[in-house]
């Protein structure tokens, strides 16, 4: 049996006001290209169809056309699962249905893991579809009060499920998995947190005798642990940390139990995503961009003064998909952000994080004066903590 297993679709989604929305269709035509070329037999799609749970009817009709042509053009079966992104609710929405069109999909986790077989010549296998899920909803499901974690979550769903191991089973899930010790994956900055204090990490060495582990919500194409437990990546660079990903598809070519090969189909952009810096002058002479591919999606970061005039208009005129503009300039601090977190900023007074964000953009420090006038600002607009 021949799968595709791919995830993180996110349709619908902008990135810095941009709809990737062609971006997206021109990755996922290349993708039922590939099902038809390689002769794929079933499609796994491991979360996060959609970037919102409610989204517009443009990103509605990219999926519905894309999950047709799968079936009824490239003769593949389909399985998926809501991601965190998605309402689980709505996507599976007339699943019953779409069963016998070929398309199996798995709403919200009710206490069961679904088991869903498919033949080959060598027999069944075995399809565990779980959507993201957290503890809290774990929880409270099975009335369990010692579930305080995501992976008290995933032990307690794996010791519910009658797996028989002797046969090649694949296990589909959502969220964020690591080792044992929680050591970090490759992240992105286009990756909703799940939660704080590493309560959403779970322990990928759960799932190692399952034949091969299907996973959605990381942006990188990855193993965790061990070769056969993998995520896909998104289809698309949603963020400039992305920018040295290689997308892809990942394909599993299953045979008799314990023959499983694992390869990656890289997938080309429409628009990459790129970073260049230098002051204004340079970056918009045609010595400099005559290296690049102006379609691109750009972060500029200027050595410029910040104060320098209109360098939106500039830019737009060569670099018509730039998406930010920085500026680096030694008079406002070393170029290095300093990360807040949320609970800093549910902490803290305005005053104190106009401080913090003064002493980012300067590297100075309020003087008295500065200190005095601030106060009274605030005072005047009602918002200083008594």
């Not at 079933?42 to 169809?49: E, H, N, R, T, Y």
């Not at 995501?150 to 769903?157: F, G, Y």
């Not at 992305?242 to 045979?255: A, R």
Request: proline share 1%; hydrophobic share 40%.
């Amino acid at each position: 049996m021949k799968i595709l297993h791919t995830s993180d679709w996110h349709i619908g989604k902008k990135v810095n006001d941009f709809n990737m929305l062609d971006d997206q269709r021109y990755v996922l035509d290349q993708i039922c290209n590939i099902i038809k070329r390689e002769k794929i037999d079933v499609v796994i799609i491991a979360g996060d169809l959609y970037d919102k749970a409610i989204v517009d009817t443009h990103a509605i009709k990219l999926l519905n056309d894309v999950l047709v042509k799968i079936v009824n053009e490239c003769g593949a079966k389909v399985i998926l699962i809501a991601g965190n992104h998605d309402s689980a609710d709505r996507i599976s929405f007339v699943k019953e249905f779409l069963v016998n069109s070929g398309i199996y999909i798995e709403g919200k986790f009710e206490g069961k893991v679904s088991k869903i077989s498919l033949k080959d010549v060598f027999g069944d296998v075995n399809f565990y579809p779980i959507s993201y899920f957290d503890e809290v909803h774990i929880k409270h499901l099975f009335n369990d009060s010692s579930i305080k974690t995501s992976n008290d979550a995933l032990i307690r769903i794996i010791e519910g499920m009658d797996v028989d191991y002797s046969k090649r089973n694949i296990f589909i899930a959502h969220g964020y998995f690591s080792n044992k010790d929680g050591d970090k994956m490759i992240e992105s900055d286009s990756e909703r947190r799940l939660s704080i204090g590493g309560q959403d990490v779970m322990d990928a060495s759960i799932l190692k005798n399952f034949d091969y582990v299907a996973l959605g919500h990381l942006h990188a194409n990855q193993k965790v642990i061990l070769d056969h437990i993998r995520y896909s990546g998104s289809i698309v660079k949603y963020s400039f940390s992305e920018m040295n990903h290689k997308k892809s598809v990942t394909i599993v070519d299953l045979g008799d139990k314990g023959d499983v090969r694992i390869n990656q189909v890289e997938l080309r952009l429409k628009h990459d995503m790129r970073e260049i810096e230098g002051y204004i002058d340079t970056i918009t002479s045609e010595e400099f961009y005559k290296n690049y591919n102006l379609d691109d999606y750009f972060r500029i970061i200027l050595h410029d003064s910040i104060g320098v005039r209109d360098p939106a208009t500039r830019i737009r005129k060569i670099y018509k998909n730039f998406m930010e503009i920085k500026f680096r300039d030694s008079s406002f601090g070393d170029g290095n952000d300093e990360e807040i977190s949320n609970s800093d900023i549910i902490l803290k007074s305005p005053f104190e994080l106009f401080e913090m964000f003064y002493k980012s953009m300067t590297d100075k420090e309020l003087n008295h004066v500065q200190r005095d006038i601030l106060k009274d600002v605030i005072k005047k607009v009602n918002i200083l903590d008594e």
